[in-house]
């Protein structure tokens, strides 16, 4: 397991991530551009830092896609009532959280290209973490140094998920990626680059 307590107080190099989703005709033609929240809080690797993205984003969608919603009165009886039901019989409200799933994960991290500051919604923390990463942060990237940038230049939806893997192997779905060598080779790229920026 990564240690994050560590890995805050790391003061690394890598502070800024760019990515781009997609593959070939499929690449956005936007990136996605996310800073940590202070110059001070760098990582060491761009491995670490993409991992710490990784789960922020896995923190946003657990919330957003898994768990439940309910808040009205009708789904409230109802649960008290019949703690199996996955359903509200009266409003249709989902009350049972879902599975992970691989692919409506990197569906989520690629449609952060078509995002709003609303449909966004938290960015500094949620109910589950605080984040590590600030998105859309154009200003730090222009005053960052080549070296302080952590580029995914295609499929980041792909490289994402493979670093959440990495430290949550039980959401590894071998139906999504290939068994012994299910890392892709732009997430191979990633870990490669040292400290030193090579
Ligand atoms: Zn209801």
């Not at 760019?18 to 202070?38: D, K, P, Q």
């Not at 009165?73 to 109802?78: A, G, L, P, S």
């Not at 500094?124 to 730090?140: D, G, I, T, V, Y």
């Not at 580029?151 to 998920?161: C, S, T």
Request: aromatic share 12%; hydrophobic share 40%.
């Amino acid at each position: 397991m990564v240690d994050l307590e560590e890995m805050q107080l790391a003061r690394g190099r890598y502070r800024i991530v760019m990515m781009n989703c997609g593959y070939v005709e499929s690449s956005r033609t936007s990136w996605l551009i996310f800073s940590t929240f202070g110059d001070d809080e760098r990582f060491d690797t761009a491995a670490q830092a993409v991992v710490e993205l990784a789960l922020d984003l896995h923190a946003k969608y657990e919330e957003e896609y898994m768990d439940v919603g309910y808040q009205s009165d009708c789904c409230k009886r109802e649960r008290a009532a019949s703690a199996a039901a996955k359903f509200c019989p009266q409003c249709g409200t989902r009350m049972s959280s879902l599975e992970f799933d691989s692919a409506c994960f990197m569906d989520f991290v690629a449609g952060l290209h078509n995002t709003t500051c609303d449909s966004y919604g938290d960015s500094e923390a949620n109910a589950k973490r605080e984040f590590a990463f600030w998105p859309w942060r154009a200003e730090e990237l222009l005053g960052a140094s080549r070296d302080e940038v952590v580029f995914i230049a295609e499929n980041a939806e792909r490289v994402v998920y493979d670093a959440l893997c990495e430290v949550k192997p039980e959401l590894r779905d071998d139906d999504v990626v290939d068994g012994d060598e299910w890392r892709s080779s732009a997430w191979m790229e990633v870990r490669r680059r040292g400290s030193n920026g090579t």
